[in-house]
């Protein structure tokens, strides 16, 4: 299965600023997703980011809170914007397995722990 | 209606003893994954088992079995002779092919905060 980081791993933050965070894959996959997992919650979708186009977003999320690039097939980023303490979460980018026994699963980044203060 | 349903908030369990995480869904979809996920402390989402709703045998992956029940809408995760690492908390998600664009898109239930006890 493909190898999956992010970066920064955990930030503190102060409200009213943006945070940028990098999703990188060690092969190259079709769709990449954000997630978000608010404290003691499960987790939910914010995005799909495909390739070549503007990524699609989930109810409840928009573009100009939470912008999305996907310059390629192994990269992504999603950008927290205008932070405020609700936005402190875990964000989570994962990527469904691309081949054989894998192409069914789905794998997640490490997270990228977020507090706003 | 909730899609994923985890009615156990925590469980626990002796070290080497067995354990039933319950997961219970819903959808009219014919075409569905259903996933187990364990998440540690750390926050990280570690993929355990996957099974399609096609799939006429029940997925394993050596210690975790999924008890997948299609009339009765349930897949309980299985996992077989507890290690104190396995304290964390566990999430079953689905995923319906109809998301269309979305196929990608995992419903998660509330998850289940398992401890293993020596």
């Known amino acids: 299965s493909a190898v999956i980081s992010q970066k920064p791993s955990r930030d503190i933050c102060q409200r009213g600023t943006s945070l940028t965070i990098q999703c990188q894959v060690d092969s190259q996959v079709t769709m990449m997703f954000w997630y978000r997992q608010q404290p003691g919650q499960s987790l939910t979708l914010i995005a799909t980011a495909n390739q070549g186009s503007e990524a699609t977003y989930e109810s409840g999320f928009v573009i100009d809170k939470f912008p999305i690039s996907r310059p390629n097939l192994t990269f992504s980023t999603l950008t927290v914007s205008n932070m405020s303490p609700e936005d402190s979460s875990i964000y989570l980018c994962s990527f469904r397995g691309t081949s054989g026994r894998f192409r069914e699963t789905q794998y997640f980044g490490p997270g990228t722990r977020l507090l706003v203060l | 209606a909730q899609k994923i349903t985890q009615t156990q908030p925590g469980m626990f369990v002796q070290e080497k003893e067995a354990v039933t995480l319950d997961c219970t869904y819903d959808?009219?979809?014919?075409?569905?994954?259903l996933f187990w996920y364990k998440q540690p402390s750390s926050g990280e989402m570690i993929f355990l088992i996957y099974q399609g709703s096609y799939d006429q045998q029940n997925a394993t992956e050596g210690r975790y079995s999924l008890n997948f029940q299609k009339a009765r809408k349930s897949a309980n995760l299985v996992i077989s002779a507890s290690q104190l690492g396995d304290s964390a908390m566990y999430f079953c998600a689905m995923r319906e092919r109809r998301s269309g664009t979305s196929y990608g898109k995992l419903t998660f239930g509330q998850g289940t905060i398992l401890t293993v006890h020596p």
């Open positions: 959808t009219s979809d014919p075409s569905y994954g």
